[in-house]
C-alpha cells in the first residue's frame, strides 16, 4: 500500500493508523502547492481531487477521505480494535465521531488556513470552533478515548486535527482534558514514529 500525505496535514491521521496496525506501506510525500509526487508523479492523476490523504492499494485501486480510509485500515486488522465491528452500535458511535471531527473540527480548522479572511471573518469562524472544542473536552472530561474507552482511529484523526491549533496560536491549556488528552495520544509510539518519518522526508 501507498499512502500519498503531506507533512502537518489531515494525512497524518491515517499514517499513524498504517503504524498502529504495523501494516506494510510506502510514504509518498505530496507537494500540495504543485500538485507533484516527491517521485515525479502527478498527484491529480492518483486523486484527481487534489488532497491528501489517498491510500493506494497494491493492485492500484486509490480510496480518499480520510474517515473512510482510516476506517478501511482499521477493518484489515480487527483484532487491533481499532475500530468496533461494522453494523454494531460503537461502530454508529465512531461514525458520529468521525464526521464531528470531520465537519466541525478539521472543517472548522480549515477557513483559517486562509491568510485573506478577513477579520471579522476570522473571529466568526475561531468562536465557532472554540464551541466545537469545548464539546470535545466536555467528552474527554469523562473519557480518555473517544470510543470504547481505548485509543482508536477517531483518535488518532482528532490528534491530528488539534495538532493545528498550534499554528493559530490557540492554546489547548484552556481546556485542560484536551491538554492531557493531546499529551497522552503524542506518547504512542505510533505517533512518535509518524512525526518523526514525516519530519525527516
Ligand atoms: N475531505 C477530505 C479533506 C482532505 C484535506 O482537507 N486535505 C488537505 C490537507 S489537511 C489538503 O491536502 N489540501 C490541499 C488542497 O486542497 O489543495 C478528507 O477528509 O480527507
Redesign the pocket.
Known sequence: MKLYY?PD???LSPHIVLRELNLPFTLVRVN?QTKRTADGGDFLAVNPK????ALQRDDGDVL????AIVQYLADLKPEAGLAPPNGSWQRSRLQEWLNFI?TEV?GGF?PLFNRELPPAARDWWRGRLEKRLAYVADALSRQEYLVQDRFGVADAYLYTVLRWAAFFDMDLQRWPAIAAYMARIEQRPSVQAALAAEAAA
Open positions: 503531506a496535514t489531515c494525512s500540495n487534489g488532497y491528501v490523504a480518499t477521505e480520510g474517515p470531520s478539521h480549515g
